[in-house]
């Protein structure tokens, strides 16, 4: 990690001030892939709840991706150290407003063995109703 080294140097020189930008971009590097991994479990559980409402059922394995996608989404959302969330409630919304056409058209390849399109799914199923659904599982104290 180049930043790493960077930030030696910075310090080592009592270059303090290029010591924090190097600290602040690191911190946003992080942030950003805390996000990114959330909105990849958001995918996932999305694509789980739209094939639940589409085919009006559940498997055992969809059950078990959502239960292990909201644990994952809360686990890398939580801030152990220094408490509260990496995504507030709002970003969350965004996050899941954002992951849905990826989840729909995921959930296309799957729902009905396949055979419909993204558009012939996402006409089966009521959007809002799933993004609900997706926020009202996750977990804040």
Do not use: C
Not at 93 to 100: C, D, F, L
């Amino acid at each position: 990690m180049n930043e790493l080294q960077e930030l030696r140097e910075k310090i080592e020189a009592k270059d303090y001030q290029g010591a924090l930008a190097i600290v602040s971009e690191l911190e946003e590097m992080s942030v950003e892939d805390k996000l990114n991994k959330i909105y990849s479990y958001m995918v996932i559980l999305l694509i789980h709840l739209i094939k639940q409402e589409a085919e009006a059922r559940t498997t055992s394995l969809w059950d078990r991706s959502i239960f292990n996608s909201i644990k994952y989404i809360n686990r890398t959302n939580k801030r152990r150290k220094a408490g509260g969330y990496y995504a507030n409630q709002q970003t969350l919304k965004e996050i899941i407003n954002e992951a849905y056409d990826h989840a729909l058209t995921e959930a296309a390849f799957e729902a009905f063995e396949g055979k419909l399109t993204p558009t012939q799914l996402g006409k089966k199923v009521e959007p809002n109703s799933i993004k609900t659904r997706a926020f009202e599982l996750l977990e804040f104290d």
